[in-house]
């Protein structure tokens, strides 16, 4: 994968707070990249410099090669920009909204009426063309200002929390429809905090804190690199006990809980390793004369990568 955005040692500050931190960032083409991080992290600050309305104090950014702060017409070419709030545009109906946003990137009148009725019928809203901006749901909004990004067709998507605000069917929603933009080629870079619901649909991750990137990556790669704690369920015939202390035998092991009483008897344990470390165990298990009936792992999900990254930077 070529790297479509790039970020070298980006630092901002508001009068004496520095808000992002000698940022370095890479988005390759074609991810979806998972911005997460607690409020007051940087993640706007970060997109409002790679879609060039906010200049950095120093640092330096691209897209697709085009300098953010040398080239920025190129720049907004490249990119389409989904703010956090939708702002207000009075007696204004959708199709308007969408061509008034497609004129200003110069699309040509020509063009327009096709394209608008294409993002319209893309984030469900046809039914809604000739309705006022202002009397439309929170989430009509949010696929109305998604639609806005795409008029002048950009190859990198940036979304600020898109799914803010949204109930848990319009979340829904907007996760397929984020698919279907990545089926289409985008590359998009999506902000949240609520970091389970960008599990499922993200190739890479950044995590950011207090304006430091702690971790960046693909989503397994990270995972793996952290050494995130494994809890397996492995189920025994014979004596738990005696496989339990078996298993403390073995390097990596934290905890092991039996449950004698259980049927089958079952080992809870909890190891910090890869996965050669994970296939070694079981290894170990069943040549120290373990019947192993059973042998399943639980990874950790995002929130908890993202909790112990968060913990490992900032002591409590
Ligand atoms: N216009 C501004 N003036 C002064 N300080 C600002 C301004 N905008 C942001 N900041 C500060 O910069 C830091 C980063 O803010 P930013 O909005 O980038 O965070 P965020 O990660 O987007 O947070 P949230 O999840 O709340 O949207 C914060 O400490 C914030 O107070
Ligand atoms: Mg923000």
Known sequence: MSTLVETKEL??????TIALESLNLEIPQGAVYGF???????????MRIMTTLLAPSSGQAWIAGSSVMREPRAVRRLVGFMPDFFGVYDNMRAWEYLDFFAASYQVPADRRATIIDELLELVDLRHKRDAYVMGLSRGMKQRLSLARTMVHDPLLLILDEPASGLDPRARVELRELLKELRSLNKTIMISS???????EMCTHIGIIERGKLLASGEVNAIMRSLHAHHIFEV???????AAAAV????PGIIDVRTQPEALPPML???YQGDDQGISALLTHLV???????????????L?????????QAVPL
């Open 287 to 301: 040549t120290g004369g373990v019947a192993v009936t059973h042998f399943a792992g639980q990874t950790s999900d």
């Open 303 to 311: 929130e908890d990568i993202f909790l112990k990254v968060t913990n």
């Open 235 to 241: 189920h025994v015939l014979g004596d738990p006990a």
């Open 247 to 250: 298993a403390r035998q073995f």
């Open 193 to 199: 905090h609520i970091l389970t619901e960008l599990a």
């Open 268 to 270: 809870h344990i909890d």
């Open 36 to 46: 997460i991080g607690p409020n007051g992290a940087g993640k706007t600050t970060t």
């Open 11 to 16: 630092t901002r500050y508001y009068g004496n």
